[in-house]
Nanobody
């Protein structure tokens, strides 16, 4: 099993930045892409961004040009740099492995969800 731990969330004003980290541990036997997801109050969990082992990326339109996903394969860690944050980015952010960039629905993830990290953007 793979355990996922997210960190780096916090309270920030609109226009500010945060950098989230996701560390995977356990029996990581393959090189699946890593994705970031978020769930706002009263809404379903949604895809945000993903990155393959080789560095190919995919983003939801709402964060294009503002968020950047990256990963350090040696450390089994993925990052989400979030700039120009907006109040609508407020959510709990989660990471999880996915099979391919094309299969980025939260229902297609491979591992149990971690605790997530809260991001709150004030206006």
């Amino acid at each position: 099993q793979v355990q996922l731990v997210e960190s780096g969330g916090g309270l920030v004003q609109a226009g500010g930045s945060l950098r989230l980290s996701c560390t995977a541990s356990g029996r990581i036997l393959s090189t699946y892409p890593m994705g970031w997801f978020r769930q706002a109050p009263g809404k379903e969990r949604e895809f945000v961004a993903a990155i393959t082992w080789g560095g190919s990326t995919k983003y939801v339109d709402a964060v294009l040009g503002r968020f950047t996903i990256s990963r350090n394969n040696n450390k089994n860690t993925a990052y989400l740099q979030m700039n120009s944050l907006k109040p609508e980015d407020t959510a709990v952010y989660y990471c999880n492995r996915i099979r391919t960039l094309a299969q980025s629905d939260p229902q297609d993830t491979l591992d149990a969800w971690g605790q997530g990290t809260q991001v709150t953007v004030s206006s």
